[in-house]
């Protein structure tokens, strides 16, 4: 798709979120939707196609671009990406619950939080993601450990120098 239908595209898009109400959300709406997002693997392209909603939308809403997404696009992407729809909504409305128990990630996502009596800006929180996810996601075995802590530590360095 060029670059002119694709801003005709984000044009309807507007315009829809205008007729249904749209929310205003945190940053955090757009780093936990890429957080999904990248979970399953799917680009951009890719999930436009399964949910409907425009990648060029998707990617304004992941950086935060775009803050006032429409209730039927939060569903659209939540059922693309197989995740409970309270899970999305709770990025928008935090209502803490007792006894909830929360994957680490959402946590670090869904709140603010301070280091060194500073807010972490978005870059720095996104980067701190990655080192969590880096984590749990590699092998760490005799035969991959020195790449894995080689790869944790250019993530530290990434982060130490957003924050």
Same mark, same amino acid.
């Given at each position: ?12 898009? !507007? ?6 109400? #749209? =929310? ?8 936990? =939707? ?13 999930? !436009?196609?399964? *949910? #409907?909603? *425009? %990648? ?6 992941? +950086? #935060?671009?775009?803050?006032?997404? *429409?209730?039927?696009?939060? $569903?659209?992407?939540? &059922?693309? $990406? ?7 909504? %709770? /990025?928008?409305?935090?209502?803490? +619950? ?8 959402? =946590? ?5 939080? $301070?280091?060194?009596? #500073? /807010?972490? *800006?978005?870059? %720095?929180? &996104? ?16 035969? /991959? ?9 250019? $993530? ?5 120098? %957003?924050?």
């Amino acid at each position: 798709m060029n670059e002119v239908m694709l801003k005709d595209v984000d044009v309807l898009d !507007e315009v829809d979120e205008e007729k249904e109400g #749209g =929310l205003t959300v945190s940053d955090n709406f757009g780093i936990m =939707l890429k957080h999904y997002r990248k979970l399953k693997n799917l680009s951009l392209k890719q999930l !436009e196609e399964i *949910s #409907g909603v *425009s %990648a060029s939308y998707v990617n304004r809403l992941e +950086r #935060g671009e775009r803050k006032s997404p *429409s209730i039927t696009k939060i $569903l659209q992407l939540a &059922e693309a $990406l197989e995740i409970p729809n309270s899970v999305l909504v %709770a /990025t928008i409305i935090q209502e803490p +619950r007792k006894n909830e128990k929360v994957d680490l990630s959402e =946590l670090l996502i869904k709140h603010e939080y $301070l280091l060194k009596g #500073g /807010t972490l *800006s978005r870059d %720095a929180k &996104e980067r701190l993601l990655k080192i969590i996810e880096h984590i749990t996601q590699c092998q760490w075995s005799s035969d /991959t450990k020195i790449r894995d802590l080689y790869v944790l530590a250019e $993530l530290v360095d990434q982060f130490k120098l %957003a924050v």
